[in-house]
């Protein structure tokens, strides 16, 4: 199916300017992820590579904090987006669902470790995380029967967290 320029700007302006990953931002643009890929790769070919403007998108910012920001942002963007699937995807084992969580926190902890140096503002959202982590592992062996009913907290949870509210 061929789709209309609009569309890959549309998504190249999603994963440069937005931060957003290449699933995420195929599924806003509507387009197959192997589409989105292969536009990434014949347009690198073609000397745009996606991945180079995006960094300089992020250094563009000028500041540290700023570059800081628009990572954490794009962390908490994918992390969302992995919430959101497991969310939807009612086929999905509660099992499964708390290995992703734990996986996208994971992956979150370790960002924001990398990036406590340069804001330390975010050792607090990092102390956050690994609690939510360790509870995570908590409910998981010690409750396996609450997982389902954990994860569905979890999400909620973690937007307050996140938006820094009680």
């Not at 994918?78 to 969310?87: G, P, S």
Request: aromatic share 6%; charged share 25%.
């Amino acid at each position: 199916m061929a789709h209309d320029a609009s569309v890959k700007r549309a998504l190249r302006s999603a994963y440069i300017h937005d931060c957003l990953e290449l699933t995420t931002a195929a599924e806003l643009a509507k387009v197959p992820l192997a589409t989105a890929r292969s536009w990434k790769i014949k347009d690198k070919t073609a000397g745009d590579d996606w991945d180079k403007a995006r960094s300089a998108q992020m250094l563009a910012g000028g500041a540290v904090d700023d570059v800081v920001r628009q990572t954490l942002t794009m962390m908490i963007r994918n992390v969302q987006a992995v919430m959101l699937e497991i969310e939807q995807d009612l086929d999905m084992k509660p099992a499964v669902k708390i290995g992703l969580l734990s996986t996208a926190s994971d992956a979150f902890s370790k960002n924001a470790a990398a990036l406590r140096r340069f804001a330390p503002e975010t050792d607090v959202l990092a102390v956050q995380l690994d609690v939510l982590k360790r509870l995570a592992a908590f409910v998981h062996t010690q409750f396996p029967q609450h997982k389902e009913a954990f994860s569905e907290l979890l999400q909620p949870f973690g937007e307050t967290l996140a938006n820094g509210k009680n």
